[in-house]
């Protein structure tokens, strides 16, 4: 088992951005997001359930999931929202365990934006690496990269854990609230912190 880092981070934060840093290393990603949108995609393996749960009017035409009515529905009404994640949730868990035993990379990173709201996600990584920056930075930088308003990105923001208990909890935090140099820097830092701790890992008795 290789060591597992579990990045994450509010909406906004620039996991993504990091996540392309660590890549950049040879890293392997484990991204969470992306397993969602491949399981509703058209003929994807959650359809059917989202389909006999929901309706047909949330599958666009096409046979994929209806992304922005599902997103305005689950943040209206939190029994949806878990109803949802119900369908989701094991599904992706299932993915990120089978892509964990094709690693091939000194460490790993798994990124799961909701991973200190997921206990079972939680258990599978070693340590916790968020991606911090201010409510503010948070809010502008998700207006100018997508079409939702403020008021969507609040809704947003509140399901997720406050960012205090989300810096209370990590392990290893990067401050992204500068340019992308000062961002790049930091990963490098942990790049070789990770590593080191790897190789440790590696060296300790079963």
Request: one cysteine or more; proline letters at 3%.
């Amino acid at each position: 088992m290789p060591l597992i880092i579990g990045l994450t981070g509010g909406i906004g934060c620039g996991k993504s951005m990091a996540t392309k840093y660590f890549a950049a290393h040879g890293i392997d990603i484990i991204d969470t997001d992306e397993i969602a949108h491949e399981l509703t995609l058209p003929g994807g393996k959650a359809m059917s359930l989202i389909k006999k749960t929901f309706g047909t009017s949330f599958i666009s035409k096409d046979g994929s999931l209806d992304r922005g009515k599902m997103r305005k529905l689950v943040f209206l009404n939190p029994i949806f929202k878990n109803e949802l994640e119900a369908i989701l949730h094991p599904l992706i868990y299932q993915e990120v365990v089978r892509r964990i035993q094709l690693t091939t990379s000194a460490y790993l990173l798994i990124v799961v934006p909701l991973l200190l709201e997921a206990k079972a996600f939680q258990e599978l990584v070693h340590r916790i690496l968020v991606i911090d920056c201010t409510e503010q930075l948070q809010i502008s930088r998700t207006i100018a990269r997508s079409k939702l308003d403020e008021q969507e990105i609040h809704a947003i923001m509140a399901t997720q854990v406050s960012r205090k208990e989300r810096l209370m909890q990590a392990d290893d935090i990067i401050i992204n609230d500068q340019d992308l140099d000062h961002l790049q820097k930091q990963v490098e830092r942990l790049h070789l912190k990770y590593l080191a701790l790897s190789k440790d890992k590696l060296n300790k008795p079963a």
